[in-house]
């Protein structure tokens, strides 16, 4: 899956819960450039409503996401 996505940096918030995750998306998306693409890791379910809706809010392009085994990972591209 990862072949075709090229990740500028990788973000792991395993084992935080709700609110962090989008806390440190926020944070970590403001300090990349337009384009940009930002793979996440979590593990705290409410990810899966959390980051497309943040994604919708804010502009920026939910690329890719799937889960395997309770771990969430997402492909965020900066708008």
Do not use: H
Request: net charge negative.
């Amino acid at each position: 899956m990862n072949g075709e996505i090229q990740v500028t940096k990788i973000l792991d918030t395993s084992g935080k819960c709700c609110p962090m995750p989008m806390v440190e998306t926020n944070k970590t998306l403001k300090r990349l450039a337009e384009g940009d693409v930002l793979q996440i890791i979590a593990t705290d379910p409410g990810t899966q409503v959390d980051i497309p809706s943040w994604c919708e809010r804010t502009g920026n392009q939910l690329i890719a996401s799937n889960e395997q085994e309770n771990l969430f990972t997402y492909y965020v591209k900066k708008a």
